[in-house]
C-alpha cells in the first residue's frame, strides 16, 4: 500500500514522527512524507525533524504563509498535482491546521481514501480557523484516529458510521515518552540561568489571544502581577512577536525584570523548560495534552477546549481570558494547591503502533 503523509505547521511535526518510524518498519507500506512548507522558519520546522529524527521529506510544496483561503488554495494545487504523480492507496493527515484539511479535500476529491490522525476533537467554536478544519476533514475521512472517548462520541453525534472510528491514544504523548530521557542533552536551563521550579512558562499564539490590542494588553498586566512572584519565560511564536512588536507590548515588557521572551525553541528545550516548571500558560492544544500527561498544571487562557479531558482527568484548568481569575488560580498553583491528575487511557506511547495495526489490516481488505 503506498501512502502519503502530511505535515504543514509546527504541532504536525511531533505526530507524524512516531507514525513515520513505525510506518518504515513494515514492508507491506511504501511511504512517502510531503511536507506543505505552511512552516518554514528553522525554528517553526526542521529543528523539529532534527530533535524528533524525522526523515527529510520527500517532497516539499514550499506554500508559506498566507491568508487562509490562499494558503489553502496554494497546498491544494500543489498537492493535487503530487497525488497525479505518485498515486497513492491512502492519505494520511494530523491534526487540525490549514495544510490537514486542504489535503484531505484533494484526496477526498481524487477519491483517494483519507485517514486522519487525532479525529473527533471539537471545541464548539466555529470562530477558530482549527475548528472549521477539524470539521471539514473528519467529514470527508474513511479512516478516524481518536485520542479519547468523548472524540468517538462527536463523531458518532455527527454521523461517522462506529466502524471507521479507531480508539488509538495520542501519538503526541508517543513522542513525549520517547524523547523524555533525551532532555538531559539539553542546555537549555543553564543557557538561560534558570534552576528547577522556579519559573513558570508560557506559550500563546491563538489569533483570538494575540491579535487584537486589549487581549494583549490583558496578558501583559497578567504578567506584570506573576512576574512579581516568579520568573517567567515565553518562547513567542513569530505570529505573537509580530503583534507584540505592532501594539507596542515590547516595550512594556523591557519594564518587566521577571518576564523573559525568547525565540521560539525546539522540541528538546521546551520539553525540558516543561518538565521542570511550576505551572504553564498556554492557548495550545498539544501543551493541555502534554502537561497533562506529565501531571504539571496547566492554566489555558482560553473560553473553550477540544480537549475537555485535560481538564476531567488532567491537570488544566480552562480560565479564558478573566485577569483576576488567571492570577488567583494561577497563584494558587504557586501555593501548591492544584489538581494532581489522573492516568488518561491509551496516553501510554503506543498510540502509533495501533494506528499502523489498523493500516495493515486495512492494506489487507485492499
Ligand atoms: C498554525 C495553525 C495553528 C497551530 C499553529 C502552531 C492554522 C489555521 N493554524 O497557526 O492551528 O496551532 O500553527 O504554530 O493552520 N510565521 C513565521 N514563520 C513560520 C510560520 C509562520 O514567521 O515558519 C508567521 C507568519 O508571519 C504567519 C504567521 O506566523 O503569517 C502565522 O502563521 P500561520 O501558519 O498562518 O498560522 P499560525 O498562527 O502559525
Not at 470539521?135 to 461517522?160: H, M, P, Q, W, Y
Not at 500563546?204 to 512572584?229: C, E, G, T, W, Y
Not at 494532581?340 to 485492499?366: E, F, H, M, S
Request: with cysteine; hydrophobic share 40%.
Amino acid at each position: 500500500m503506498k501512502i502519503i503523509s502530511v505535515v504543514g505547521a509546527r504541532p504536525n511535526f511531533m505526530k507524524i514522527a512516531p507514525i513515520v518510524e513505525h510506518i518504515k518498519k513494515k514492508r507491506s507500506f511504501q511511504h512517502i512524507l510531503v511536507h506543505t512548507g505552511q512552516h518554514y522558519d528553522r525554528k517553526m520546522s526542521k529543528s523539529f525533524f532534527d530533535d524528533l529524527g524525522i526523515p527529510k521529506p520527500d517532497i516539499d510544496l514550499g506554500v508559506g504563509s498566507s491568508t487562509h483561503a490562499n494558503q489553502t488554495a496554494q497546498v491544494m494545487v500543489k498537492f493535487e498535482e503530487i497525488l497525479f504523480a505518485h498515486q497513492p492507496d491512502l492519505v494520511l493527515v494530523v491534526g487540525d491546521v490549514n495544510s490537514t484539511m486542504a489535503c484531505s479535500i484533494v484526496a477526498s476529491k481524487l477519491n483517494i481514501p483519507v485517514a486522519h490522525v487525532e479525529a473527533g476533537l471539537r471545541s464548539f467554536d466555529r470562530t477558530m480557523p482549527e475548528e472549521i478544519n477539524r470539521l471539514i476533514t473528519d467529514s470527508i475521512s474513511n479512516i478516524l484516529f481518536t485520542t479519547c472517548r468523548d472524540a468517538d462520541r462527536n463523531l458518532k453525534k455527527e454521523g461517522v458510521p462506529a466502524k471507521k472510528i479507531f480508539f488509538v491514544g495520542n501519538v503526541m504523548i508517543d513522542t513525549l515518552i520517547k524523547n523524555k530521557k533525551k532532555t538531559a542533552s539539553s542546555t537549555v536551563l543553564k543557557t538561560m540561568g534558570l534552576k528547577k521550579q522556579e519559573y513558570v512558562l508560557v506559550t500563546l499564539h491563538r489569533p483570538s489571544n494575540v491579535d487584537n490590542v486589549q487581549s494583549l494588553n490583558n496578558l501583559m498586566d497578567i504578567f506584570a502581577n506573576l512576574q512579581k512572584r516568579t520568573k517567567i519565560i515565553f518562547p513567542v511564536h513569530p505570529r505573537t512577536r509580530k503583534q507584540l512588536i505592532e501594539f507596542g507590548c515590547l516595550e512594556k515588557a523591557k519594564a518587566l525584570p521577571n518576564l523573559t521572551f525568547t525565540d521560539p525553541l525546539g522540541y528538546l528545550d521546551f520539553l525540558k523548560l516543561m518538565l521542570n516548571c511550576k505551572m504553564v500558560l498556554t492557548d495550545s492544544g498539544g501543551i493541555q495534552e502534554e502537561t497533562s500527561f506529565l501531571k504539571i498544571p496547566c492554566l489555558t487562557l482560553r473560553e473553550n477546549t477540544e480537549r475537555p479531558i485535560t481538564t476531567t482527568l488532567g491537570t488544566n484548568y480552562l480560565v479564558g481570558m478573566k485577569k483576576n481569575k488567571i492570577i488567583k488560580i494561577a497563584n494558587q498553583i504557586l501555593d501548591g494547591k492544584y489538581k494532581k491528575g489522573k492516568a488518561i487511557p491509551y496516553w501510554d506511547g503506543k498510540a502509533a503502533q495501533r494506528i499502523v495495526n489498523v493500516l495493515l489490516q486495512y492494506a489487507k481488505k485492499g
